[in-house]
């Protein structure tokens, strides 16, 4: 039986040239103009969340989410688009991307200057403890079955696209990429002790885990959410 698989591409202005090259099903949600016009808020978040709400019911049975010009993220992309053996395999969930993010809740040791305020996204979202590790793809692109989409529901993503919809570069947008994995229940296990966070120069070490780390080892997250605080 073959796999029914649907390219869904979030654009801005970017060259969409290469998709002539994907033989499936192609998608486009723009943020500038054309067809499937979306407001301009949310970053690519937004656009993926905007069509799991709208297709909740009649997901295909693979989707991968992309961003205008996915080779800049993915140098194989294109071919792992006509590799029928990786379509084909069944996978719940695949990252597309040439890089992997490891850090903890508040986007460490990599975020820059900001911290990013992924472990009470994750709180607001699933109103249970964060994970101490989130690893995923950079760039926010990915592979998801029309199963592991459904172990939430539709109300759960309505939920999460509220806390985008807000700014055209939402904070929640840069967490929303580092959280993709864990929404769709591929949860780490790894502990904070695991990251390196002499890695990041623009915080003192000692500094950022004294303000970080309670008596009892709990984590404490130093961001705060931009939807939140809209609503004031």
């Known amino acids: ?6 390219l869904v591409v979030a654009r801005y202005k970017e060259d969409l040239s290469w998709a002539s090259s994907v033989s499936h099903r192609v998608t486009v949600y723009n943020k500038f103009e054309g067809d499937n016009l979306l407001p301009n808020v949310g970053r690519e978040s937004h656009t993926y969340l905007t069509h799991i709400v709208s297709n909740y019911d009649d997901l295909a049975d693979f989707t991968v989410f992309v961003q205008g010009d ?3 993220h993915c140098k194989n992309f294109l071919g792992l688009m006509s590799d029928e053996a990786f379509l084909g395999r069944g996978h719940a ?6 890089g992997l993010i490891t850090c903890d809740g508040n986007g460490r040791p990599h975020c820059g200057k900001e911290h990013l305020p992924i472990a009470k996204l994750y709180e607001h979202l699933f109103e249970e403890r964060s994970p101490e590790v989130f690893v995923c793809n950079s760039a926010g692109q990915f592979g998801v079955s029309r199963e592991t989409v459904r172990r939430n529901s539709r109300e759960f993503y309505e939920r999460a696209l509220e806390t985008l919809a807000y700014d055209s570069n939402p904070i929640e947008g840069f967490c929303m990429e580092r959280m993709w994995t864990c929404l769709f229940g591929f949860k780490s296990f790894a502990k904070r002790t695991s990251i390196q966070y002499f890695g990041d120069s623009n915080i003192d070490v000692d500094e950022y885990l004294r303000q970080t780390v309670t008596r009892d080892g709990s984590f404490v997250c130093l961001g705060d959410l931009g939807f939140k605080r809209g609503r004031q």
Do not use: N, Q, V
């Open 1 to 6: 039986m073959t796999r029914d698989i649907e």
């Open 70 to 72: 996915p080779l800049a």
């Open 93 to 98: 969930y695949a990252g597309l991307s040439d």
